[in-house]
């Protein structure tokens, strides 16, 4: 009976995870790409985000911020993050919320673009973050999570908005 359970399961998740990249692929603008002798499919924009410099800038600041959470780097955290959200963050705030995820999910050992979200007035760019963690038994788990990050321009400049694991 469980060896079925985690066939399904199994089953299910590679479904899941083929439904997503055709979602993404269709929706936005985006191609699959296999490459020969690969089990992964990689997803490259290929739209006029690319060279639109509000969306380098947030890609940017995207992957900088991932890293301070990474690096449990406070300081450039905070820095990231738009003056109205800077105003509720704290130091131990941020560093409890690492904790906490690292207490659920691990280390965090890698993190990738996967794609934007269309929205009126704002951007949203969605990204897969890698996790390892060790049981008790000493196995190692690995988890992936998707973390969503919102952007919008205020003044001309493209700013942290909100942000979460989705």
């Known amino acids: 009976m469980k060896k079925s359970c985690k066939k399904m399961r199994f089953i299910l998740m590679s479904t899941c995870s083929a439904a997503i990249m055709i979602f993404c692929s269709a929706c936005f603008h985006s191609s699959v790409k296999m490459e020969a002798g690969s089990d992964s499919a990689s997803i490259s924009i290929q739209s006029s ?21 990474q690096e449990e780097d406070f300081e450039s955290y905070e820095m990231l993050l738009n003056q109205s959200i800077r105003s509720d963050v704290s130091r131990d705030g941020f560093l409890e919320s690492c904790k906490k995820v690292e207490e659920q999910f691990g280390t965090i050992t890698n993190y990738q673009f996967i794609c934007p979200l269309k929205m009126p007035l704002m951007q949203n760019l969605v990204w897969r973050v890698d996790f390892v963690k060790e049981d008790e038994q000493g196995n190692l788990l690995e988890y992936q999570l998707l973390f969503r990050i919102v952007f919008g321009t205020i003044d001309g400049k493209v700013e942290i908005l909100g942000m979460g694991f989705i």
């Open 49 to 69: 985000k690319e060279k639109d410099p509000s969306f380098q800038a947030a890609l940017q600041q995207g992957n900088a911020l991932l890293k301070a959470i």
